[in-house]
């Protein structure tokens, strides 16, 4: 897997100190510039400590089955051209290497809902997607709210953190449709039904 994050930092300097920091308990793979700059932290084969408590599918310890691309950004910003052409390089490099689906690359918020926000409202997952690094639905008509089977549903796409359905359905409007808000409607319904559709996710027991 792959997760995205941003730093909650407006410089990367900041970030890498922070990240080189043991007290600090946190370290990721990648750490990207808003200028395009990358900045290796942890060897690919090795485990580093980006994604914390979370679960995506059948995963229950992500920070051994992923690896962790940082981007500067303190959450409230659009993130700008050089980084996000980076990051699209990187990710094509990454996934090649380790044989990871589009469906496996994910958001800290996704696999810690409630619990983490980034990469936020304002990353351009849909942008991944157009070149085949990440996912992006085409829904249908969207059936009456129903949150028992929007759980389903989204428990099939890879969300499967313990948490409130309120929650869950806030963490995949930060990704899917962030200009969303309010009771779980029809569009929120279309958008888990494809997804478990087109890309599931096993979500299985254990911590494989």
Not at 64 to 92: D, K, V, Y
Request: glycine share 10%; aromatic share 8%; proline share 8%.
């Amino acid at each position: 897997m792959v997760v995205l994050h941003y730093t909650a930092m407006a410089e990367t300097g900041a970030a890498r100190d922070w990240l080189c920091t043991p007290e600090a308990q946190v370290s990721a793979h990648y750490l990207i510039s808003p200028h395009g700059g990358l900045i290796q932290m942890v060897g690919e084969d090795m485990r580093a400590w980006h994604a914390g408590a979370g679960r995506w599918g059948a995963v229950t310890d992500v920070n051994s089955r992923s690896i962790g691309i940082e981007i500067t950004n303190s959450g409230a910003q659009p993130f700008c051209e050089p980084q996000m052409a980076c990051l699209e390089a990187l990710l094509a490099r990454v996934m090649a290497r380790w044989g990871i689906a589009p469906q496996r690359v994910i958001g800290h918020s996704d696999m810690a809902p409630g619990r983490k926000q980034d990469p936020g409202r304002r990353f351009d997952w849909r942008r991944l997607a157009r070149r085949g690094l990440s996912i992006w639905p085409e829904p249908a008509a969207g059936a009456a709210p129903d949150m028992a089977r929007f759980q389903a549903l989204a428990a099939r796409a890879g969300y499967t953190a313990d948490v409130a359905p309120e929650v869950l359905l806030d963490a995949l409007r930060q990704r899917f449709r962030p200009w969303g808000f309010g009771p779980l409607g029809p569009e929120d319904m279309a958008i888990a039904a494809d997804l478990a559709t087109r890309f599931p996710v096993d979500a299985g027991p254990g911590s494989a």
